[in-house]
């Protein structure tokens, strides 16, 4: 059986519109190894992220929660934070993809694992997000990918039809947990195999 062409793109932003390299971030903010290690464990790899994300943990109980954990100074971790925000700049090649299938009229969507401090600071300092007909933020609805819940709250929100949508993420259990709920998925790795493969789901 044919499957149906894609009618909707929804892409995810950290890893595939603007960068998201967590080591990188790690690597400029510590030249001490064993800091280094302590901020993985301590703050990216913790579950207060996850909450962060989810909206249930605000920024700044996070930014006191990181400090006592690494023992270090509230301000250096308030530092840190705002070197996060500084570092998710955009992609230029996945920017000129989007903006690309704007233009043929193809109806694009946002699904993002993102704090409300850390999107609102993304909405305000770029422009492209006019391009996008619906965003949905984790932080905003309480739920975060891979959770199915996030996924079908975005199909029922803006309309869509899983098997007639693309989903395009850098992380695997989100695109999986996608791929299970009938979406044609994209596991990004660069924007130019992105835009080949999207091309054989879209109608020609």
């Known amino acids: 059986m044919l499957r149906a062409r894609v009618r909707n793109v929804v892409f995810d932003f950290g890893g595939v519109l603007v960068r998201w390299k967590p080591q990188e971030i790690i690597e400029r903010f510590y030249q001490d190894e064993m800091l280094r290690a302590r901020l993985r464990r301590a703050v990216f790899q913790h579950a207060d992220w996850i909450e962060l994300d989810r909206g249930t943990l605000p920024e ?3 930014v006191q929660r990181f400090a006592e954990r690494m023992g270090r100074p509230r301000e250096e971790i308030a530092a840190l934070v705002r070197h996060v925000k500084d570092s998710l700049t955009p992609i230029p090649e996945s920017i000129a993809l989007a903006r690309a299938l704007s233009r043929r009229g193809v109806p694009l969507y946002g699904l993002s694992n993102a704090s409300v401090e850390t999107f609102a600071f993304l909405r305000e300092r770029y422009d492209f997000w006019s391009l996008f007909r619906g965003i949905v933020i984790s932080a905003e609805v309480r739920m975060v990918k891979p959770e199915p819940e996030i996924f079908e709250h975005l199909c029922r929100v803006h309309g869509l039809a899983a098997r007639q949508t693309a989903f395009i993420d850098d992380h695997p259990p ?28 879209l109608p020609a």
């Open 174 to 201: 989100n695109v999986e947990a996608a791929r299970r709920l009938g979406f044609r998925t994209i596991l990004f790795t660069d924007a130019a195999r992105c835009a080949a493969e999207l091309e054989s789901m």
């Open 60 to 62: 700044a109980v996070a």
